[in-house]
């Protein structure tokens, strides 16, 4: 299947002496708006979410907005599994060492979802013991990463279970056993590629995440050698953010230590911004949270909060959340049990905290009974500390992934669409998802609003038409980069809004799409969607994951890319029908690549984008879900859409306003053959105006369309 590439463009740009560069001031660049407008969003909800806090002054006051903020989490995360059947424990030997024991272990924290784990049993002293559940942080290695902490308190008389995250050490997700490791890159990669997939029908990875502990709290308890009322749970990094999840959400938690976590999102978002998938749930801020809140859920029950002076979770933002859980602390009398601990180095656990961390376990689940100081100890390599025989579950025991059980949640939850027969069947769609869309979307944008500014920056004669690099205001802090291409034939025009992230002088090229459009009449308005870095500069992509970080930044503050992209969509045909040359009622609009998921959303909003155009862009929502890789998924995705509507419905509600369809790809931006395609948008294909069209390496666009040039 042939594909439109850019290279030709990319030549002749580079051959073109004119200049499409806007922004030169530090801070004015496209991307860096972006992130200050949504930034600016964050600190307002934070302001507001400190303003009710602050209110709070009893216990009752307390205890009514746990309840709230427990059921807001666990909303957000989409719930937790509904499964209490066996664990079908299997045991794979034991490892005798000094002052302890290692029991390798495999437990089911859903049917066939298998954790590898080892279990620290002190080899001295009568049980029951108090027991340590650990996350493991983000070390590829898992279980090996927090062996030093296992090892230091199994010396002390506890039992700790420590196991490996999904994504991490023996559960890898995505294996390739060609590769012998992941098929999308490390261990947060591999956490934020399934939140892409889960966040479609509104979960996120940390439900896994935590379960998958919650689980290894139900294994603790089954075992006789541990006390089921001291109970602990501590972690570093990815670990301490499960560990300050699990802490808050179980009960059976009695004392909670996580290291190199705890933060606040006024200093994550001006230093730092979003990390991976399970940190940065959807809506987070705008429902009015911060990460305080989980220490508050977890009051007055005693935690300490480790930092280390180097990390590069600002050191503030622990300063800060830990000086609110005082107060909240206060308001229980137990001021005394809440404490924060900042240790020498970088991101880690040194020495200092770890005793820090065990003279913490042992005030609170042993009587003070104990010496917090570490000796000596020697580190079991890796391989020594694997449950399964070839070090990896997918080769061993197979079993479920995060993949599989979204694909099987998503079939319980995606509504089928309702019975559409008739043209009235459509009008009742499109009146249906034009509510769904601005929810799900978060579109506030009305069309028909005075025409947003417009500068001109620079203007060149071409052969039959004048090409102007502009850029213009949709909101107020936000700058979009344009050109626009004026025919200079006289009356009204025909107007083509495209919308591309690909390079400007690109997309301008002499001999390519916009300049074919201009000599066949149409006043052509091009731009790069919002936050796409400037022509020329680099862009911030990961192999598959694409700019999800701006995604999450989004994400948080109850926005999405494709919101705010199809509000800048609407707010440039506001642009062009404020022309006196412009004929209103010949409007079509070109949307590539990722930019054609916000433009069939701005669509569904504005009929006055009376033709749509779509190339290279994602052919269905629901692909994501059937297909275990896809690529800059979170540049296109809507937190929970999947529960509302797919892009085959917006493609239907469009009737009878045709659509052309070039090149259509899949989640992984592969090509979707035809009959593929048919079938995904079967209900779009049967009674919509949808037309597909495969276009080949340097082949004219207005044939493909229909239009004479």
């Known amino acids: 299947m042939r594909r439109t590439i850019p290279l030709f463009f990319l030549l002749a740009a580079f051959l073109s002496a004119e200049d499409f560069t806007i922004f030169h001031s530090p801070g004015t660049a496209p991307h860096e708006q972006l992130v200050r407008y949504l930034n600016n969003i964050g600190f307002r909800e934070l302001a507001e979410r400190d303003r009710a806090i602050a209110q709070i002054q009893t216990r009752e006051q307390a205890e009514q907005r746990k309840k709230i903020v427990r059921e807001k989490i666990l909303r957000l995360i989409g719930g937790l599994p509904d499964f209490h059947g066996p664990l079908n424990v299997k045991q794979f030997g ?18 066939r979802f298998y954790v590898t784990a080892d279990v620290y049993v002190p080899a001295q002293g009568q049980g029951p013991f108090p027991a340590i559940l650990m996350p493991v942080g983000h070390w590829e290695e898992g279980k090996f990463g927090q062996q030093d902490i296992a090892i230091g308190l199994a010396r002390k008389g506890f039992v700790v279970l420590d196991y490996d995250p999904l994504g991490q050490g023996e559960r890898t997700q995505y294996y390739s056993r060609d590769l012998r490791g992941s098929e999308v890159g490390g261990t947060t990669d591999e956490h934020s590629h399934a939140n892409g997939g889960m966040s479609l029908i509104g979960d996120s990875v940390a439900r896994y995440r935590i379960w998958d502990g919650m689980r290894g709290i139900d294994y603790l308890l089954s075992r006789q050698d541990v006390d089921a009322t001291r109970i602990g749970c501590t972690g570093c990094s990815g670990g301490g953010t499960v560990t300050t999840y699990i802490s808050a959400l179980d009960e059976r938690v009695k004392v909670a230590i996580p290291a190199c976590y705890i933060n606040s999102w006024q200093e994550l978002l001006a230093v730092l911004g979003p990390q991976d998938g399970e940190q940065s749930f959807a809506h987070f801020l705008s429902e009015g949270l911060n990460i305080a809140d989980y220490i508050e859920l977890f009051a007055p029950k005693p935690w300490l909060s480790l930092s280390t002076i180097g990390d590069f979770f600002p050191l503030e933002g622990a300063r800060q959340a830990y000086q609110e859980a005082k107060r909240w602390y206060g308001i229980y009398g137990a001021a005394d049990r809440v404490q924060w601990f900042v240790g020498p180095g970088g991101h880690g656990v040194p020495q200092q905290s770890r005793e820090a961390l065990y003279a913490w376990f042992i005030k609170w689940l042993k009587n003070g009974e104990g010496d917090a100081r570490e000796a000596a100890f020697h580190l079991d390599p890796p391989e020594n500390l694997l449950c399964t025989p ?47 869309v601005r929810s799900a979307a978060n579109i506030a944008v009305q069309p028909g609003g005075a025409a947003p500014a417009l500068k001109v920056h620079r203007s060149y004669e071409r052969s039959g038409y004048r090409l102007d690099v502009i850029s213009y205001e949709p909101e107020r802090g936000i700058q979009i980069p344009g050109v626009m291409l004026a025919p200079n034939a006289p009356g009204r025009k025909p107007a083509a809004l495209v919308i591309d992230s690909r390079p400007l002088e690109a997309m301008a090229a002499p ?62 045909i506001d642009l062009l029908t404020s022309r006196q040359d412009i004929d209103r009622s010949k409007i079509m609009a070109l949307g590539h690549g990722v930019s054609g998921v916000p433009l069939l959303h701005a669509a ?46 917006l493609l239907l509600a469009l009737s009878p ?43 004219p666009l207005l044939p493909l369309l229909g239009l004479r040039q």
């Open 94 to 111: 034991t490892l005798d060492r000094d002052g302890y024991r290692i029991e390798k272990i495999v437990y089911e924290s859903l049917p």
């Open 390 to 436: 070839t070090g990896q579950v997918a080769d061993s025991l197979g079993g479920e992934t995060v993949f599989t059980l979204n694909k099987k949640r998503a079939a319980d939850l995606i509504a089928p669409l309702p019975p559409v027969n008739s043209t009235a069947d459509i009008e009742k769609l499109r009146a249906r998802l034009a509510g769904e």
């Open 511 to 572: 001999g390519g799409d916009l300049e074919e459009l201009a000599k066949a009449g149409f006043l052509v308005l091009a731009s790069e969607p919002r936050g796409v870095p400037e022509s020329g500069a680099p862009r911030p992509r990961s192999a598959l994951l694409g700019d999800y970080q701006t995604a999450y930044r989004a994400f948080v503050v109850g926005k999405t890319l494709v919101g705010m992209r199809a509000e800048d969509i609407i707010r440039a």
């Open 604 to 649: 569904i909003l504005d009929d006055r984008i009376g033709r749509v155009i779509l190339e290279n862009t994602l052919a269905s929502y629901r692909d994501a879900i059937d297909r275990p890789i896809h690529r800059n998924l979170d540049e296109v995705a809507i937190p929970g859409v999947l529960r509302r509507y797919d892009l085959g419905d």
């Open 657 to 699: 306003r045709p659509v052309t369809v070039l090149n259509p790809v899949d989640a992984l931006g592969k090509p979707v053959r035809l009959e593929e395609f048919r079938k995904q948008n079967a209900e779009a294909m049967r009674l919509g105006r949808v037309a597909v069209e495969y276009r080949g390496l340097r082949e």
